[in-house]
T-cell receptor, first 119, second 115 residues
């Protein structure tokens, strides 16, 4: 069975600090997909990134960067120079490939990390 | 344009009421999902529709009845709910679900309170 662990329940930082959100996953499948979503207080889950298991390249998008390491089954998310608007719950999620997995179209979410950025 | 809309934004209903939640997407996606999210918890999958047919029902009680009238619309009919059903109900859609796992795009949700 697949599992996603976000060990940090809550993180509090001051604006302009860098912050890293950890995500560790477990899966028996060789092909899988990892996602990060942001959920602000309004409730909508906002898609941030999708990464395939066969693509270990790290990615940077503005102040956001992601470090994918298959060797440690981790997909960590770093926000550089955090801002108050980054305050939200962040979810890491895993999905297995339909052809090889036993679950179809299902996202396994971590428990989420509540990030609070103080002015 | 990655937009999924949901109505209403808020809903208060009694345990004997019948109500419906609505979800709409115009991205040409052929898979649509209903999730339930309790406070401080991750979303839990309820139903998946693929090409307008119910593909996954995660053992959801029959007081929740999904409907997919066409490829753009998804409804969730509610009847005789319990107070513990109070939650945020999220709709999502994705493209080409029958192939590789595509990204699910979520709507803003409906906050439901059952009295």
């Amino acid at each position: 069975a697949q599992k996603v662990t976000q060990a940090q329940t809550e993180i509090s930082v001051v604006e302009k600090e860098d912050v890293t959100l950890d995500c560790v996953y477990e899966t028996r499948d060789t092909t899988y997909y990892l996602f990060w979503y942001k959920q602000p207080p309004s409730g909508e889950l906002v898609f941030l990134i999708r990464r395939n298991s066969f693509d270990e390249q790290n990615e940077i998008s503005g102040r956001y960067s992601w470090n994918f390491q298959k060797s440690t089954s981790s997909f960590n998310f770093t926000i550089t120079a955090s801002q108050v608007v980054d305050s939200a719950v962040y979810f890491c999620a895993l999905s297995e490939d339909k052809a090889g997995g036993t679950s179809y179209g299902k996202l396994t979410f971590g428990q989420g990390t509540i990030l609070t950025v103080h002015p | 344009d990655t937009e999924v809309t949901q109505t209403p934004k808020h809903l208060v209903m009694g345990m004997t009421n019948k109500k419906s939640l609505k979800c709409e997407q115009h991205m040409g996606h052929r898979a649509m999902y209903w999730y339930k999210q309790k406070a401080k918890k991750p979303p839990e999958l309820m139903f998946v529709y693929s090409y307008e047919k119910l593909s996954i029902n995660e053992s959801v009680p029959s007081r929740f009845s999904p409907e997919c009238p066409n490829s753009s619309l998804l409804n969730l009919h509610l009847h005789a709910l319990q107070p513990e059903d109070s939650a945020l109900y999220l709709c999502a859609s994705s493209q080409d679900w029958l192939g590789i796992q595509e990204t699910q795009y979520f709507g803003p949700g409906t906050r439901l309170l059952v009295l």
